[in-house]
C-alpha cells in the first residue's frame, strides 16, 4: 500500500517490509531494528534531494508568485522574499547578491524563472532549514 501524504515524518505509516528511501537518505531509522539513537549525517546528496524536489520547485514558483503580486520592485521583493521565508529583514549585502543572481539569471532565461531559481536558493539555505 502507498500513504502518500504532505505530513512530517513523524506521522508516516511505517511498513517494516518497506523502508522509504527518503527516510533512508536522511537518516531515519531501520523499523526492523531497536534504534537506542539515530545516526546523524550531513552529505551533498540530501541538500541535492531537497534543492530538485518537485515539492520545493512548487513551493518556490508559488513565493515568487506571491511576491510578483505584491512589488514590481526587485529589491522590495527581495526584502519580501527574506521576512516572509527566514523572518527577519535582508541585509544591504543579501539583497544586492539576490540582485545580481536575478540578472544573470535573466540574461540565461526569463524572469519569471529567474524569481523561481532564486527562491529555491532562498528556501534550500541553511538559514531556513535549521533552527539556530
Known amino acids: 500500500a502507498n500513504y502518500d501524504h504532505n505530513h512530517r515524518s513523524v506521522f508516516l505509516m511505517t511498513q517494516r517490509i518497506q523502508r522509504r528511501p527518503l527516510m533512508a537518505l536522511f537518516d ?3 523499523a526492523n531494528a531497536s534504534t537506542g539513537q539515530r545516526r546523524l549525517s550531513n552529505v551533498p546528496t ?3 534531494y531537497f534543492l530538485n524536489n518537485d515539492f520545493l520547485h512548487r513551493q518556490a514558483a508559488a513565493l515568487a508568485k506571491r ?3 505584491r512589488t514590481a520592485d526587485p529589491a522590495g521583493r527581495i526584502r519580501q522574499a527574506h521576512q516572509l521565508a527566514l523572518g ?3 541585509t544591504g549585502e543579501e539583497v544586492a547578491q539576490a540582485r545580481e543572481f536575478i540578472t544573470a539569471y ?3 532565461a526569463d524572469e519569471t524563472r529567474a ?3 532564486w527562491c529555491r536558493v532562498l ?3 541553511n538559514e531556513f532549514l535549521y533552527v539556530n
Do not use: C, E, M, V
Open 28 to 30: 531515519g531509522a531501520d
Open 106 to 108: 535573466i540574461a540565461a
Open 88 to 90: 527577519r529583514p535582508a
Open 46 to 48: 540530501q541538500a541535492l
Open 67 to 69: 511576491l510578483a503580486k
Open 123 to 125: 528556501l534550500g539555505s
Open 115 to 117: 524569481w523561481d531559481a
